[in-house]
């Protein structure tokens, strides 16, 4: 039996004090066959160092776009042509209005808005960030768009007051992306498989039309096109 191919994830992290919480969900990603590279704003370099994520996802870790590459293609366009999944975690309040607003102006950025994988986000914020009607209609901007939302919890925030803004934790984190694959794949079985679509066809009926030739697709275009139809698990 043939190994499945590993699945290549970009991590962005962002500059909040959660940034220590990515570390564990890179464990949890590179434990279930996640290939994961971690991209860093130069926020979160304040918090964690690029050392400890460069360690447990076995990968170089992004932290600048104009960083000399070994081969000819800029990192953000390689990074975001790989990726089978961008997951931002955690996401600032700034990055989640950089990417409503489409900006483009570090390494993760670019990447955000050059990919056409499926874009999660795990926000954590000061509760007063996150109740600001900027962030929320940024929110609302990329749900719309089909961004995913794992959205913050109840809890006591970094600045010491109790309100929503704490990231999820890593596991919740992690089961959610796990629902999200569960459901992309059961989707493309469904759509891979025209007989199962004629298999209540009665004998005398005409026989149905061949299907239409399939553009080639890939992994990545089933599950981004499973998440535009499905917005939220
Ligand atoms: C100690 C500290 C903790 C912070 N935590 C957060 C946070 O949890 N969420 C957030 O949106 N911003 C937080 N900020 C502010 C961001 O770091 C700041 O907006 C930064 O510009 C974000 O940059 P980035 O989105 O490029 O990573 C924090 C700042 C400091 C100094």
Partial sequence: MNTPAPKNAVLGVTGSIAAYKACELVRLMAKAGWNVHVV??????????????????????????FAPVADWKPEHVSLAERADLLLVAP???????????????????????????PIVIAPAMN?????????????ATLQRRGVRVVEPNDGELACG??????????????DFLTKMEVQAEQDVSFEMDPVILSKNNNE???????????????QRDFAASQYQRTPRI
Avoid: Y
């Fill in 91 to 117: 996401c600032t309040a700034n990055f989640i209005a950089k990417l409503a607003h489409g900006f483009a102006d570090d390494l993760l950025s670019s990447t955000a808005l050059a990919t056409r994988a």
């Fill in 161 to 174: 007051i109790l309100g929503k803004g704490r990231m999820a934790d890593p596991r919740e984190i992690f």
């Fill in 40 to 65: 860093m704003t130069a926020a979160a370099q304040k918090f964690v160092a690029p050392l400890t994520f460069q360690t447990l996802s076995r990968n170089p870790v992004g932290l600048d776009a």
């Fill in 204 to 218: 005398h009926d005409p026989p149905p039309p061949p299907p239409a030739p399939r553009p080639v697709a890939t």
């Fill in 127 to 139: 509760d007063g960030m996150w109740d600001n009607p900027a962030t929320q209609d940024n929110l």
